[in-house]
Structure formats: C-alpha cells, structure tokens
C-alpha cells in the first residue's frame, strides 16, 4: 500500500524526534503531538531502522560472496 508523500514525511519527523529523544535521554513515552505516527516514533526511540525492517544475513553469506571481494584489491 502506497503512502502519501505527507504521511511518509511526518512518520520520518516523528522516528528522528523519537531517536533525538533517547539521546536526551527522555522517558520512552510517546508525546500527545506524536501519536498519530507513535509506532516512528519508538522505532526512532528503541534505535530500529525506520522503513523495512534490515534483512537478516543469510548464514551461507560466505559460500556466496566472492573471497577477493570480501578481502579486496590485491596490495591494499
């Protein structure tokens, strides 16, 4: 489902104020102006990446990734 270009905004607003926040070390309590978009703004408080969740790494990442890419350029 599609969200309007206003609403995706005002939840990015609410993670960052939630992430701002913790830092300063306020309660984990959603303020009145930020209930509408309460879940941005504990995933902002609790440091969870706001969009998609991050995609677990799959446990065979090293039979997939190539070795001279993981070490580099050779003499670097």
């Not at 446990?59 to 990734?65: G, I, L, Q, T």
Request: aromatic share 10%; proline share 7%.
């Amino acid at each position: 489902m599609a969200v309007a270009k206003k609403d995706q905004e005002r939840a990015n607003y609410a993670w960052m104020y939630g992430a701002q926040a913790r830092k300063d070390g306020k309660e984990r309590v959603v303020p009145e102006f930020w209930q509408e978009h309460a879940d941005a703004w504990l995933q902002g408080f609790d440091g969870v990446a706001f969009g998609e969740q991050p995609k677990p790494v799959s446990p065979d990442m090293e039979a997939e990734v190539d070795e001279d890419a993981v070490d580099g350029p050779a003499g670097t």
